[in-house]
Each structure stands twice: as structure tokens, then as C-alpha cells.
């Protein structure tokens, strides 16, 4: 079984679910679903997410971009003392408070659409408040309520009727930035075993950052938004997964692929 990170809703890059995984051996099991966790640090957040139901050892970890931290602490929980989990990242990346701001504006934009004529509130100050995550994420959750209510009333809506649909759009915001406040608080131990970072051409070759012993690289000539799609990324994932995720004596019945040169 494979445990798959990567954060739902529409983007332009292809999803960790192209890659078709599930068509080679692997059941794969999508672990971010809702309802998402409400913690305000990486090893909390996996702590929340496998705190119902935690999977046995999975025979590795995928994740997607700003969820390779979350896998690292998931990879903690569910490894055994001397049977650390294999990762498998792609386009891996930290989240910096710039990062959490450009998604603040992008949201806002995205809640105050094309309203005529809306009042807009000062913007918050995500940088500052950044020190203190519960109160900038319960001041989020505020601010886009009011910023929902003022777009609806600019087009005539008002009133009880509006509650429903605005917290229905607001609670999906909030779920997205506390994900990256979340990503962003990610210290922790390093990843005891083996990790594959899978990277777009253009895409920093940093992910000394995980703290990884076991790290290897492979470098897609592809841009970012078809990685996930990419044969070559598919390829280079299943030789990994092939060769330390799964008994030597165990296939993966996936159709010839091909060894991808490694480095770093």
C-alpha cells in the first residue's frame, strides 16, 4: 500500500493520482481527505491525520510539493524502529511565510471575485502575525467570512440566507492556509530511510532541507505542471518503489520499466 499526500482541489499541475500507481501493484490511499486536521504544525498535522485510523506500515510515502514535511512526520509515525518507510517526494518544497502571504492575497482575490463595487477590508498582516499561527488562522477565518459577506451583500444577497454558502466557501479557504502554516512550522527529526525526490526542470535541487541521508534525485524534463503525467516521473517512482519499498522477491506487474540514473 502506498499512502499518498498531496493536497485535493483544482490546479494547473497534475495530481499525484496521474501517475497511475494503482495500475501497477499498488493499492494507493489518498490520506489527505476531509475533514483536514486543525493543527498548526507538521508533526501535529499527521498526528491528527492518522489519529482515528492509523494504517499499518505502508510500503511507502508519495507526496506532492508543500506536503514532503507532512510525509517525513507521517513516515516517523507509522515506521517501525528498525523499518523506516520510504518517501517518495515530487517537486518538494518548504513554505516560508511569503508563500503563505501570496496564498492569503490569491484567496481573497479568489472570495471577493467580481463583486461591483465591494468594500474591501485592510489586508491582514500574515507575516506578522505568523508567531502566533492559532490567532492568525481564527483571524483568517474572520476575515474571510466579512470579505464573503460584503462580495454576496455588493450583489444584493444579505442576511441569514448567506450564512450557509459563506461558510461553506470560507471553511475550504481556511482548510488551505492552516495546511500551509502547518507546513510551514515542520521542524522535526530527518527521515530515518531512503527518500526520492522527483523534480521538474526549473525546480531548485535544495531538498537538503528534509535532512535526508538516504536522498536521491531525478531531474524530469518537463515542466512542472505535467510531473505527475510525466512516463519518465512514472518510471523513475516505480524503479524506486521496485527496489526498496517492496520484498526482493515481490514484482510490481507494472509493464518494463526502465532504470532512471540517480544522484545527489
Not at 87 to 106: A, C, G, M
Not at 109 to 136: F, H, M, N, S, W
Not at 174 to 186: G, I, R
Not at 216 to 245: G, H, W
Amino acid at each position: 500500500m502506498l499512502l499518498v499526500l498531496d493536497y485535493p482541489g483544482r490546479r494547473p499541475e497534475a495530481h499525484i493520482s496521474e501517475m497511475h500507481l494503482d495500475r501497477c501493484g499498488f493499492e494507493c490511499a489518498e490520506v489527505l481527505t476531509s475533514p483536514m486536521p486543525t493543527a498548526f504544525s507538521t508533526p501535529e498535522y499527521a498526528g491528527q491525520l492518522f489519529a482515528q485510523r492509523r494504517p499499518e506500515r505502508p510500503a511507502a510515502l508519495v507526496a506532492y510539493c508543500a506536503a514532503a514535511p507532512l510525509a517525513v512526520a507521517a513516515g516517523a509515525l507509522l515506521a517501525g524502529p528498525a523499518d523506516p518507510v520510504p518517501i517518495v517526494v515530487l517537486d518538494p518544497q518548504q513554505t516560508p511565510p511569503s508563500e503563505i502571504l501570496h496564498e492569503y492575497h490569491e484567496v481573497v482575490r479568489q472570495v471577493e471575485g467580481k463583486a461591483p463595487d465591494v468594500e474591501r477590508p485592510p489586508l491582514l498582516d500574515i507575516e506578522g502575525l505568523l508567531a502566533t499561527p492559532e490567532t492568525l488562522v481564527r483571524l483568517i477565518g474572520a476575515d474571510l467570512r466579512e470579505r464573503a459577506r460584503l462580495a454576496l451583500a455588493a450583489f444584493g444577497f444579505g442576511g441569514a440566507d448567506v450564512s450557509g454558502p459563506v461558510e461553506g466557501v470560507v471553511g475550504v479557504y481556511v482548510e488551505w492556509l492552516t495546511f500551509l502554516v502547518a507546513a510551514h512550522y515542520d521542524a522535526q527529526p530527518p527521515p530515518r530511510g531512503p527518500v526520492l525526490q522527483v523534480i521538474s526542470q526549473g525546480h531548485p535541487d535544495d531538498a537538503g532541507w528534509l535532512g535526508a541521508a538516504d536522498l536521491r534525485t531525478v531531474r524530469i524534463p518537463c515542466d512542472r505542471p505535467e510531473l505527475a503525467a510525466n512516463a519518465q516521473a512514472r518510471a523513475a517512482v516505480l524503479d524506486f518503489l521496485q527496489r526498496v519499498a517492496l520484498p526482493a522477491s515481490a514484482g510490481t506487474g507494472h509493464e518494463g520499466s526502465t532504470r532512471t540514473g540517480h544522484g545527489g
